[in-house]
């Protein structure tokens, strides 16, 4: 699997994972099925789309289909498993999961295009934390993210990863690395290179 192919689909399982954290408090609220598709979908894209906005590159899911496809997927799943999803706290990890996974993007794309690296991480916060923000705000919620610091965490630990470790998520190693390297992005730790301190 060559790097590119990597980021897709750690990308892909972000949008699905923040397409169902979406659609989860929608329909909560009691949203019908189009409402809450369109939740999922804005806490998916959201992040994304002013990132690459802010880039000046194109926005991201007007060259591909799949994100609408896997908000559709999001949706079917929610639908199919809703007692499970809709009455547990289990929004917290779809949500976290969704964070992680955008930030370490935001932060991977704002390299590709020569940033600097202060501007990479601001990059991957507004990536990972704006879909969630906006979610919040069209169900008139008060934004989880300044309420639990464990989203703070989540938002915060793929940085270092990303800035420090000699890798291909920053697209600098061969994609050999990718697959061993992810796990450790929660721990702050990649097996392949120098031990990594929490910045």
Request: with cysteine; hydrophobic share 50%.
């Amino acid at each position: 699997m060559d790097t590119q192919t990597f980021l897709f689909v750690i990308e892909m399982i972000g949008t699905i994972a923040a397409a169902i954290s979406g659609i989860r408090m929608a329909a909560a609220r009691r949203f019908d099925w189009f409402g809450a598709y369109s939740v999922g979908l804005v806490t998916a894209i959201g992040g994304g789309t002013l990132r690459d906005l802010l880039l000046g590159i194109p926005v991201f899911w007007m060259q591909s289909w799949w994100y609408i496809l896997v908000t559709f997927i999001s949706l079917g799943t929610v639908i199919l498993f809703k007692h499970i999803l809709v009455h547990t706290r289990i929004l917290f990890v779809f949500d976290t999961i969704g964070l992680a996974l955008f930030v370490v993007i935001g932060i991977q794309k704002s390299l590709a295009v020569d940033y600097a690296m202060w501007v990479a991480i601001t990059m991957g916060i507004v990536t990972g934390a704006t879909g969630g923000v906006a979610r919040d705000i069209l169900l008139n919620h008060e934004p989880l993210l300044f309420k639990k610091d464990f989203y703070s965490s989540a938002c915060g630990l793929p940085r270092p990863v990303v800035a420090r470790c000699r890798c291909a998520v920053c697209c600098v190693r061969p994609p050999s690395s990718l697959p061993g390297c992810l796990p450790y992005t929660i721990r702050g730790i990649c097996p392949s290179c120098s031990p990594i301190h929490q910045i």
